[in-house]
């Protein structure tokens, strides 16, 4: 599973919630498994209470992005935001993952708390951040090559580990 900034929040979210029943179709009819044996974050946020996220709904003019797709700003209903935070789910059953960040530190909220989680568990993980790049580095050069090299050899080894 691969995505780009909010992509890579959801990416790290069906990921992160592999095996959650709570988050498995309520119906017999799929057929398909939903399981996420590799997780690729590019600068997506995993902490939404984080407050370089959370709190920016000063002015109600101007809704923030988490507030527009969450339904409700942290203050009126930080739960919400909470179940929507990646890092609240990583257990036994998240799958290896990378994280690919912009130096914005904005877009790694989270990060650091769910490496110590993954440590915990010994669960595979990767970190690179490209020093002087903005949001959507992946879009461009030269970044857009660095982060084809990473996706690939992350992925070669992540799978090649998984057939021995």
Request: proline share 7%; with cysteine; charged share 20%.
């Amino acid at each position: 599973m691969l995505g780009c900034s909010s992509g890579g929040t959801l990416a790290a979210f069906l990921g992160t919630t592999n095996g959650n029943m709570k988050f498995e179709p309520m119906n017999n009819f799929n057929t398909n498994s939903s399981d996420v044996h590799a997780i690729i974050d590019i600068d997506g946020v995993l902490d939404m209470t984080d407050p370089a996220e959370s709190g920016k709904d000063i002015d109600p003019q101007k809704p923030s992005a988490g507030k527009l797709w969450l339904g409700s700003s942290y203050k009126d209903n930080p739960e919400i935001w909470k179940e929507a935070s990646p890092l609240n789910y990583v257990d036994e059953n998240t799958p290896p993952i990378e994280f690919i960040n912009s130096s914005i530190n904005r877009f790694q909220a989270g990060r650091d708390e769910v490496i110590e989680k993954l440590k915990s568990y010994g669960t595979y993980f990767e970190v690179n951040t490209l020093p002087y790049s903005p949001h959507s580095f992946w879009l461009f050069s030269p970044w857009f090559d660095q982060t084809n090299g990473f996706v690939i050899n992350f992925l070669q080894k992540v799978f090649s580990e998984e057939k021995n």
